[in-house]
């Protein structure tokens, strides 16, 4: 039977979500809204007794601030109403928790077609249908996910109660059929295109090619399959073979021109610029102490280096970017969510310990028109900060480093980076956890949440520019409290030994975690039939490929499957015996007793042809903005930090938990009154030993407007930096390469591309260089190559982007500085050389130019300066160490002492090469390799001598009277309060 | 005579009950075992599944999370839970004396739950709330808290003023009606309100992060032994995990253990008979 409960405020109290609505309709749509009351309603199936009913109500209403009826509560007047639900099918996690108070308050177990679905009415008041209409579809509800409807008062008043439930009641028969590849080039291409596999011409050639095979054709014939592959075994393919699995334009052949440099040939930027690179410095690790401290590097899910006697640490990050486009709140939650399952997933299991997170946005507060088929970005960024804050809260991880990037280039996708590091214990059950694999007669457990059409396509619809017809179930929506429970209760699991190996279901569903599995195995045998559904009515290549979320797959001996599902029943976690892994040499699927795929291993992995591309470099040149001298840059530097990308964002990161798990140590705000952005986040891994992990980041798409060389090179160079001016050993720091490319394929839509591939392959070559001099190994890495939107005939494309995370270890956090100014009459030191390279900084932004001086690295000068400040730290000679970055070295002061709430006096002269420069060059020119370090004077002479010749001056010291005064070249260039530059820095995200 | 009282705490049981999104116990675990103190972690199928009773145990832990999601409210679904599976077992440990420790979404349960405020130890009939922060959203930021000294409470004995982290989204403590926040006040249940850098406490945000009335961050029973409080002591165990410890240590005020550590010790050694 299906009963309905409403649950709304009581008089006098306050409505949050009202309120918050309200606030979002005003400033967001600028409609002079009156009134908004929220009710939340509960429409339940489920065999209950109307008193039980009655009962429910009441827990369900809080007994001080609110009030339930059961069937309609009495709204207060109002003009219209909007009644917003999910659509059938779409994860409604808080149902699903009512449903667990229904079941515990009814003391017995209720059907299993039992359900509790939510929606919520929204009552406004002063406003008109029009205005309502733009309400809900702009603001209240996501068409994608969600349903609506209005109704005036009296319309709604004259209702009948609404007990519809969003139920799919499919009575589609599943089918598998076979796909026919016979025809024209065209007639392929059109089938790539329509059934999203995003495949080229060239590998649907490929596959119709190996079904020409008379041995495959034979064994073929023996499961019962016919000569055409079936639906299921084709998207099999396209997910196997999804430039998102497989990284096509990384492991592409490419030929490389530049003007005036003889041309060379790149068998795979991957293995030249990245691997390669990584086992030169184990080796060197090797030669130098006898052992390196990569555990497991690029094969698994995530990358995995020593840490101490006890444990491993792993560490991730990913993008979620198309569907945070299409729906910034769910998308940017399976982001957080989605990288926790990888981390999660590697070697045997890793507990999760501190997300990052990071967005290149368009700057939320335009006022430009927004392209149709374009979501605003300030809906964007607020939504994607929702969607992480929520999957990151409720899992309860703390987060270490987040930032925000804005450029308007963002507007076609935003760029939302998410990642997890874990750590994992050296043995666990009296294994090493690192290491993971299915052997022959291992069950397929599946685990977590059920199958559904979301996140149908994925893996492919990320490998494509998004337009208007992006497919809307490509959108996943993340339930992080199932997710929470399954992980707790695979710890348990992990720790009892229960399983051989596990992975997780992201891109490309089943398909993609069994396919994978069972290579170590030498096959696989499943069964989509055994596959729990949230409804029926899929096919068996839905089934296969879903990327439903909050699933891993495992690999379960026989012996322990009987314990395994036993803890899972105790755990409340759903768990399915789908199959056997074999030695068959075929990835074989089953529908109840039909075949749907048989593919032999060699193919489905290797199958693949080689891309060969052409990549054509010429230099831009972009116009030198004019600078106008003038005596005082104070109002100058005023202005900068309240530019979009120096501006405080500390509104919005404070709804994210960075001290869960009780191990943080320097947290992503410090100073005084904690508002100031940290360089380096560190936390102690495990309670009871004090060392600990130090994570920082550097990502810098402006440079690349001149030289992805360059803007790779200092991206790596400011993340090594932002941690070794924590207190990071320079010696135990790895890498990780996120790459977030435009489309860099030559083609009609993209005429560009060669260019687009000449800025990657300098990117990686770049990459290669700074990772190898550092001696800082990339272990784990992503590609996204596709960020492009094309609607309404206009082309967005990205620029490109590379975001170059490092962790690192700390031996004592006790150690560890932070950037803010601690004492008066602090000694001021700059360390490193400032060039006149304004080229791509923040300062030619906020002018309109780009210019063409790009600050480069010279490793010679920034590596043994490095080593120095490391040692500085060990023996604790600094009081402060703020790497010096956008903005350049007038942030740099500004920041350290508004953290600190203290002054500066210091004269740029005494610095030979800043004395050389013109003040805008000298303030803020963003030559990479630089700190500002205050010192206690009585300690400048044992820093002296640790510091390489010449790689430092003193500038100055700190006053208590909270004014920063600069001087350079004899004028006094900067003279402003440090209340003013707070208040400028603060302003301009405040309240968006 | 050391060991005696090292002993004594090392006979202290703890119960630090786990699952369903809850995920503060390895922090709060690991502060009752600096304390001298047996913990044992169960999630609560397991204590649900076992008969054994809960007075094995001196103190129960309420932990921080998000209990099935805080879906619904924060603390409702779980509270839910241990009200038709639990309640007989709490109230046989509550009435023979054992202690109780709720911190944010622990301490969202035991409010809604009805085991705080406990009037007349009337416990089971919530008359309060914790309700959505005047400023929406979950926020984490340091707070300051002071001891109500005429407070019954036992954890929060020898306390002064502490300063712990503020993490959440609902936490603004609501009683039915003013006549119970008076009684709250005059029987000095609430052990520790929300104060501004003089001590005073305040309904000023970002000083009181809620707007609870009457600044009230944390709340006990009568018998003082149990207390549900917002604030996190279980995530200032260390001097560094303080925003800024780095300044306390130039000032040489820098202590091993944070703040937060104390009202573990407290808990621990009333249990163990060392305070009384």
Known sequence: ??????????????????????????????????????????????????????RACDHLADPVTQQGAVGRLAPAPFDFVVSVGYRPGVTDAVGKSALVLLQDMAGR?????????????????????QQAHRIATELLANSLIERFFILSQSDYLASPIDLSIP????????????????????????????????????????????YEEPDFLRARTVVGLGAFPTDAELECLAQTWSEHCKHK??????????????????????????????????????????????????????????????????????THNSPSALDPYGGAMTGVVGVNRDTFGTGLGADLLVNVWGYCLADPRTDRQIPRGLLHPRRIRDGVHRGVIDGGNQSGIPYGRGWELFDDRFLGKPLVFCGTVGKMPVMSAGRPTHLKAAR?????????????????????????????????????????????????????????????????????????????????????????????????????WEILISEAQERMTLAVAPEHLEAFMDLARHRNVEASDLGVFTDSGYFHVKYADDTVVYLPLAFLHDGLPAMRLTARWQPPRHEEPLLAERKDYSEVLVSLLGQPNLASGEEKARHYDHEVKGLSVIKPFVGVRGDMPSDAAVFLVSHGSFDGVVLSEGVHPH????????????????????????????????????????????????????????????????????????????????????NDSMMGGVKISIPPTLLFSVIAKIDDVTKAVSMDVKTVGAKVLLLGATRDELGGSEYFRMLGAVGNAVPKVYFEETLPLYRAVQTAIENELLLSCHAVTRGGLAVALARSAMAGRLGLVLDLDEDERLRSLTTPAALFSESTGRFVVTVDPSKIKQLEAILPSGSHSLLGVTTPDAMVEVKHRGNKVLQTAVDTLVHAFQETFHAI | MRSDVEARRNNVRVLVLTGFGLNCEAETTHGFRLCGAQVEQKHLSDVLLSKRPLTDYHIIAMVGGFSFGDHIAAGVVWANRLRYHLFDRIMRFVSEGGLMLGVCNGFQTMVKLGLLPGFDRGYGQPVATVAANDRLGYRNAWVRVKVDLESPCVWTRGIDEMELPARHGEGKFLLQNNELLDRLRDEHLVALRYVDEQGKPTQRWPDNPNGSPDAVAGVCDPTGRLLGLMPHPDAYLYGINHPHWARKKLEGTLQREGQGLRVFQNGVDYAADLKN
Not at chain 1, 16 to 24: A, E, I, N, V
Request: aromatic share 8%.
């Open chain 1, 1 to 54: 039977m299906t009963h309905r409960i409403e649950v709304g405020y009581r008089p006098g109290f306050p409505d949050p979500r009202g309120m918050d609505t309200l606030s979002t309709i005003r400033s967001f749509l600028s409609i002079p809204i009156r009134e908004v009351r929220c009710f939340d309603v509960y429409t339940i199936e489920a065999d209950l007794s109307e008193q039980e009913v009655i």
């Open chain 1, 109 to 129: 177990s209720l059907a299993p077609s039992s359900a509790v679905f939510t929606s919520r009415l929204t009552f406004l008041s002063g406003v008109n249908e």
């Open chain 1, 167 to 210: 139920v799919i009641n499919s009575t589609h028969t599943p089918v598998c059929g076979a796909i026919d590849l016979s025809g024209s080039d065209q007639k392929l291409e059109r089938l790539s295109k329509e059934r999203i596999l995003s495949l080229s011409l060239e590998e649907m050639k490929a596959i119709r090619e190996a």
């Open chain 1, 249 to 318: 334009i990384f492991n592409a052949t490419i030929d490389y021109y530049e003007q005036g440099q003889e041309s060379k040939t790149i068998e795979s930027l991957f293995k030249t610029y990245i691997r390669e690179p990584t086992e030169r410095i184990r080796k060197q690790q090797e030669t130098r102490r006898g052992e390196s401290w990569l555990v497991s590097v690029f094969h698994d899910n995530a990358g995995v280096i020593a840490f101490n006697d006890d444990y491993h640490l792993v560490y991730k990050v990913e």
């Open chain 1, 440 to 540: 022959p007669g291992d069950r397929i457990v599946m685990c977590g949440g059920r199958i559904g059409k979301d996140g149908i396509h994925g893996a492919t619809f990320s490998s494509a520019q998004l337009d208007e017809s992006s497919p809307v179930q490509a959108v996943q929506i993340g339930d992080p409290i199932t997710q929470k429970i399954m992980f707790d209760f695979l710890i348990e699991a992990r720790d009892r030994g229960l399983y051989h190996a596990i992975t997780d279901n992201g891109a490309g569903g089943l398909s993609s975690s069994v396919g994978e599995m069972c290579v170590a195995s030498g096959g696989a045998q499943l069964d989509l039939a055994k596959a729990p559904l949230k409804y029926p009515g899929l096919d068996p």
């Open chain 1, 703 to 786: 440079y690349a407007d001149i030289d992805a060389y360059w803007a790779t090179a200092a991206a790596v160079d400011e993340a090594v930096r932002k941690a070794v001016g924590t207190g990071a050993r320079l010696d135990h720091m790895a890498g990780l390469d996120n790459y977030c490319w435009p489309d860099p394929v030559q083609s009609d839509i993209t005429p560009d591309g060669q260019h687009k591939l000449a800025q990657l392959v300098r990117s990686a070559t770049a990459l290669a260089k700074a990772c190898e001099t550092y001696g800082v190994p990339c272990i784990s890495g992503k590609d996204s190559m596709k």
